[in-house]
């Protein structure tokens, strides 16, 4: 077994914190651009698929989560590795601050 492995508890507790408010205050910090596929600065995020996986094929389906967004004009899927987001979290949203 791996330590480094969440289990999923934490992990649902980590993506119920990173609410929607959350998700568009960290757009807002990192400056979050215009769609590359289309130019468009229009994005949303998709109810039920904010936060995906991805899935490690050498580490037998690990799952990654990233912070998934999606461009309004062309459906461009933009995502973000969970670690930035967790990072966020942690120090840089103004309420769980310092
Ligand atoms: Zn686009």
């Not at 969440?6 to 205050?25: G, P, V, Y």
């Not at 600065?41 to 690990?62: H, M, Q, T, Y």
């Not at 930035?84 to 601050?97: A, D, N, T, V």
């Amino acid at each position: 077994m791996d330590d480094s492995l969440q289990n999923t508890d934490e992990l649902e507790q980590e993506i119920k914190s990173f609410t929607d408010d959350a998700a568009l205050a960290f757009l807002k910090k990192i400056q979050n651009r215009p769609c590359e596929a289309c130019g468009v600065d229009d994005w949303f995020l998709i109810p039920d698929l904010k936060v995906a996986g991805w899935e490690e094929p050498l580490s037998r389906g690990v799952l990654n989560p990233v912070f998934v967004i999606s461009c309004k004009n062309c459906g461009n899927l933009r995502s973000f590795a969970w670690a930035r987001i967790l990072w966020f979290m942690k120090s840089e949203y103004p309420q769980h601050g310092e």
